[in-house]
């Protein structure tokens, strides 16, 4: 397999709507990312797209209708999607095609316009229970995250309050961050706690916000590599794993799926300890228990001792384990597959020294990030290591 | 273009507008209500566990090979990837695995009185295995994992050989108590 390499990445902002369509926006990270790499369209060989349900931007088959945004035009082109997992899993395919060869510089967009879609954009999650079982008790999605947080505090004896540390840690992150949609400086697990009770144990400042934006990375091959950089940050391994749909016949209290990809991910980077070789995460936190439960997945720490960690600052951005540096979903936004911004180019921007505001300190060598989907089943994670 | 900043992402490109620029007809835009409808078959498995529903059963499926009794029940085992083996009919009494008390429809709307929604493994099956659905006859005080409940079914007559032939699962006698 070929070495891969970032050499640049771009994102819009997130917002609950933005006036842009999803070409648009496609096209607006897409230049951001050539810009940074210093390369065109012609330099492209192959370009992967992430987007996750069609029903959000009401275009089924929406890969064909972001194309010419995201560059594609005249290319070889396919768009990707496992749900909120895409993220990452757009990123892990560009990989490929540079890891076997096929390509030589390859670019991943990520969109999402869930702003589109009324009354709401969980209407749209409506299809995607199972029709049979599911969808007569007509079910909010809110309602499996619920349930899953429920489980995981319940079985680990996890107070509410230090759940919604990870709301405020993120929204605090994110004032750094010139793309947030939901920054706030100002924000106390008081706020949290009192926020409006949507699905209990799930309130409304536990959930990122519906966005529209998009995200761009570019990847190098090693040949071709220096002549765009001294300083390279390479994607050193990937890994990706799914569970069973069944998910009511699963403990949800740990998601051994997120561990599956890890190792998978480790064991291609060569990491042995990933608590003592990894020097920040993004774990996917579209509601702030995610996080928790994705450190423990991510095999960053014991089962049930995310929480303790994240309460004596561990996880801070100054703190010895970093979690979402960005400010994550949770105060960045959550246009599904555009977290990519998050998840994979924020490790990129910190590897490389040019996360300004964001920046953890102490040049920071390997970040991994994650994302998740489908019904509580799907685990995608990308490595990145510096020089 | 947004103006320059120090550190990447270097600017941030994108509109942001309000859902008040929408109402004021700020911005322009164009509206689209999809007209579709579906119809499923149901399946092997699912045929004979509606039906089963439908007489007041609730029916599983074992794979002998692992040892397991499945439900919702299904032709193959996704472990083993073997062929599941016989039909065996379960208690309509399990346990609580997990809940939540819900404030939001389908749609995300708001409503008052909550519902209580989520997973029950049910008595005779393997553990954990079972199904989400409502519960009743309890409070939300009341409502924690691992109580014991029971089905409460529609009339006969009622029925329709579907999930919410089961109202909702109440508490079984003395299970009700933390």
């Known amino acids: 397999?070929?070495?891969?390499a970032v050499i640049g990445a771009g994102m819009t902002v997130f917002q609950r709507r933005l006036k842009e369509t999803g070409k648009e926006l496609s096209y607006l990270a897409t230049k951001m990312a050539l810009e940074e790499a210093g390369i065109t369209k012609k330099d492209?060989?192959?370009?992967?797209?992430?987007?996750a349900p069609d029903a959000f931007d009401g275009i089924h088959q929406k890969g064909e209708n972001l194309l010419d945004g995201a560059a594609g035009a005249g290319k070889p082109y396919v768009r990707v999607f496992n749900g909120g997992g895409t993220g990452v899993f757009a990123p892990i395919a560009g990989w490929w095609h540079v890891a076997s060869g096929v390509a030589d510089i390859a670019l991943v967009v990520c969109e999402e316009k869930m702003g589109n879609c009324y009354p709401h954009p969980q209407t749209a999650f409506r299809h995607i229970w199972d029709p049979i079982l599911d969808r007569p008790l007509a079910p909010n999605l809110v309602w499996l995250f619920a349930m899953e947080m429920n489980r995981y505090m319940t079985k680990y004896n996890i107070k509410k309050e230090d759940i919604a540390r990870?709301?405020?840690?993120?929204?605090?992150?994110?004032?750094?961050?010139?793309?947030?949609?939901l920054p706030d400086e100002k924000i106390t697990i008081e706020d949290v706690l009192n926020s409006e009770m949507m699905a209990w144990p799930v309130q409304r400042l536990d959930i990122s916000p519906p966005s529209d934006g998009a995200s761009a990375l570019i990847l190098c091959s090693k040949d071709k590599v220096r002549q765009f950089t001294d300083d390279p940050v390479w994607v050193d391994g990937v890994g990706w794993n799914i569970d069973s749909t069944m998910w009511t016949n699963r403990d949800l209290c740990f998601p051994?799926?997120?561990?599956?990809?890890?190792?998978?991910?480790?064991?291609?980077?060569?990491?042995?300890?990933?608590?003592?070789?990894?020097?920040?995460?993004?774990?996917?936190?579209?509601?702030?228990?995610k996080e928790l439960h994705h450190m423990e997945g991510l095999l960053l720490c014991n089962k049930g001792e995310a929480p303790i960690l994240t309460r004596e600052g561990v996880t801070e951005r100054d703190g010895d384990m970093p979690m979402c540096p960005s400010g994550g979903l949770m105060g960045v936004g959550n246009p599904i597959a555009a977290t990519m911004g998050q998840k994979v180019c924020e490790l990129y921007w910190q590897l490389a020294g040019k996360a300004g505001k964001r920046q953890i300190p102490g040049d920071p060598l390997v970040g991994v990030g994650q994302a998740w989907g489908d019904i509580m089943q799907m685990a995608t994670v990308a490595v990145l290591r510096r020089g | 273009m947004a103006k320059k900043i120090e550190g990447s992402p270097g600017y941030a490109p994108g509109t942001r507008v309000s859902t008040k620029d929408i109402?004021?007809?700020?911005i322009s835009y164009t509206w689209w209500e999809p007209e579709i409808q579906y119809s499923w078959s149901l399946g092997q498995a699912m045929s004979k566990f509606l039906v089963g529903l439908k007489n007041g059963k609730i029916l599983g499926r074992t794979c002998i090979k692992c040892d397991r009794v499945l439900v919702p029940p299904r032709m193959f085992c996704e472990h083993c990837y073997g062929p599941t083996d016989n039909w065996i009919e379960l208690k309509d009494t399990g346990t609580i695995e997990t809940f939540s008390i819900s404030y939001l429809d389908s749609d995300a709307r708001r409503?008052?009185?909550?519902?209580?929604?989520g997973v029950i493994s049910i008595d005779g099956a393997s553990p954990l295995h079972g199904f989400m659905h409502y519960f009743g006859e309890m409070t939300k005080d009341e409502i924690h994992i691992g109580m014991k409940v029971k089905a409460v079914w529609k009339s006969p007559r009622e029925r329709e050989g579907a999930i919410t032939d089961i109202k909702y699962f109440k508490p079984l006698k003395g299970g009700g108590k933390k």
């Open chain 2, 111 to 117: 409503i008052k009185k909550p519902i209580l929604i």
């Open chain 1, 166 to 181: 990870v709301a405020v840690k993120n929204k605090r992150n994110a004032v750094g961050h010139p793309c947030a949609q």
């Open chain 2, 23 to 26: 109402v004021e007809n700020k």
């Open chain 1, 1 to 4: 397999m070929n070495d891969v």
């Open chain 1, 44 to 51: 492209i060989d192959m370009v992967v797209m992430g987007s």
């Open chain 1, 256 to 289: 051994r799926y997120v561990a599956n990809a890890a190792r998978m991910a480790y064991k291609m980077a060569g990491i042995h300890n990933p608590r003592k070789d990894i020097d920040f995460a993004e774990p996917y936190d579209p509601f702030d228990y």
